[in-house]
C-alpha cells in the first residue's frame, strides 16, 4: 500500500500542490477548491501541508455517524459518499493531520479528502511539489 509522506520543513508555501489537485478533482484552479490546503503562517514563513496521509488509525472513518467515510481496498485512500455525509465534520475534529476539510463546490457543500487520485499514478500534489515536501511512499 501507498500513502503520502509530508516533510513539512520543506514546504515553501508554494501552494502549486492546491491548484494541481484542484484541477485533478474539479476541472478549475482554486485554492479553495481542493483536497490538500497549506496552512501560512506568513510572519514567520512557517508553511503546513494539510492533506490525508491515509495514516493507520483512520479515526475519521470511525467518527463518522453516517458511515459516508469508507477504505478504498485497492488504493487505501479514504473515500467519501459526499450523498450520505451530514457534515458534522466529526472526522475533521478527530484528524491529527488536518486531511479532511468541508468546500464549496457546484453550489453544494463537499468533504474534501486526498484519494490519492485514484492510485494509478502519482498524485498532482506529489507531481507539482518541487521540494519535495510532499512524496508517494511504499508501506509495508
Not at 85 to 92: D, G, K, Q, T
Amino acid at each position: 500500500m501507498k500513502k503520502l509522506h509530508l516533510d513539512i520543513p520543506k514546504c515553501v508555501g508554494c501552494k502549486l500542490c492546491e491548484l494541481a489537485c484542484s484541477f485533478a478533482h474539479y476541472k478549475m484552479f482554486s485554492h479553495a477548491v481542493s483536497n490538500v490546503n497549506i496552512h501560512a503562517v506568513e510572519d514567520t514563513c512557517d508553511f503546513t501541508p494539510n492533506v490525508c496521509v491515509q495514516c493507520e488509525e483512520r479515526s475519521c472513518v470511525d467518527a463518522c455517524p453516517m458511515v459516508a467515510l469508507s477504505i478504498d481496498a485497492e488504493t487505501g485512500a479514504i473515500v467519501v459518499d459526499n450523498d450520505a455525509c451530514i457534515f458534522c465534520e466529526a472526522c475533521i475534529g478527530v484528524c491529527n493531520t488536518n486531511g479532511l476539510r468541508v468546500i464549496e463546490y457546484g453550489g453544494e457543500q463537499k468533504l474534501a479528502v486526498c484519494d490519492l487520485c485514484g492510485g494509478k499514478e502519482l498524485p498532482r500534489c506529489a507531481t507539482v511539489c518541487r521540494e519535495n515536501a510532499i512524496n508517494l511512499v511504499e508501506v509495508t
